[in-house]
């Protein structure tokens, strides 16, 4: 949905696990990051891409953020769009067929340089212990297609059918 978003608003994608593969990348960095716990770990990636995101959002270019977010990361994402003088869209991705979001993680292949494919077990992990953010625009469920998210998606924030405004 983020790629293909970024293709209608000429936008660059900032994904957490590719963030975290470059973070991976380098020994100690990574050895230190294996040190923290959850909360402050997800914190040094949202960081990161939220700076990115300023960075460009400051040079007037769309950006979009994609990344499993709680209240903490929204509200920050915001922050930074708005001290930019940007428009922030929140676009929640839910699936609550465990079956079915376990089918699509065995699935998917993401390739992203130094970062392992995620198991069914790490995404149920974090899965359970996961409480959606509360300050979202939209939200798309799993059980509709993906062309029809699309369309929703696009609608709510001004494209036309075909991503065009």
């Not at 915001?78 to 699936?95: E, M, Q």
């Amino acid at each position: 949905m983020a790629e293909a978003l970024a293709d209608d608003l000429c936008a660059a994608v900032v994904g957490h696990d590719w963030v975290m593969a470059a973070l991976r990348a380098q020994a100690k960095v990574w050895e230190t990051m294996q040190t923290l716990d959850r909360v402050t770990f997800r914190t040094v990636g949202w960081s990161i891409m939220r700076n990115i995101a300023a960075a460009q959002l400051r040079a007037g270019r769309s950006v979009i953020l994609d990344g499993v977010a709680r209240q903490p990361e929204v509200s920050g994402t915001r922050d930074v769009a708005k001290a930019c003088n940007a428009f922030p869209f929140v676009v929640l991705c839910t699936i609550d067929d465990s079956d079915l979001h376990k089918q699509r993680i065995a699935e998917r292949v993401r390739g992203i340089p130094g970062w392992p494919e995620l198991t069914w077990e790490e995404v149920r992990r974090s899965r359970d212990g996961w409480q959606p953010p509360n300050d979202v625009d939209l939200v798309l469920t799993a059980h509709q297609s993906f062309d029809a998210n699309l369309a929703a998606t696009r609608s709510a924030i001004g494209l036309d059918s075909t991503g065009g405004r």
